[in-house]
């Protein structure tokens, strides 16, 4: 009865770490001003940098796939796919 007590105890192990490290977080840790002001985030960009051209890629002929027909799936009553004698 014991060995069960482990396995049925570790989601809520995890859920109680989670909740301890989020109350951390929330009530211990400093709080930290964010490295940019939220407005500079907003504003769009007035220049866009002018890039070179890219080189053409080598134009190589695409190779055709060989034409293959596909063949029908054969048909199988299920009671002998699942091992089944038919009668």
Not at 60 to 77: G, H, I
Request: proline share 18%; glycine share 4%.
């Amino acid at each position: 009865m014991y060995a069960l007590i482990v396995p049925a105890s570790t989601p809520f192990v995890l859920l109680v770490t989670v909740l301890g490290l989020s109350w951390w977080e929330d009530r211990i840790l400093p709080r930290t001003e964010p490295a940019e002001p939220a407005e500079a985030l907003t504003k769009a960009p007035t220049e866009v940098p002018v890039q070179a051209p890219a080189e053409p890629l080598a134009e190589t002929p695409a190779q055709a796939l060989p034409e293959t027909p596909l063949a029908p799936m054969p048909s199988v009553p299920l009671p002998e796919l699942l091992g089944g004698r038919r009668g």
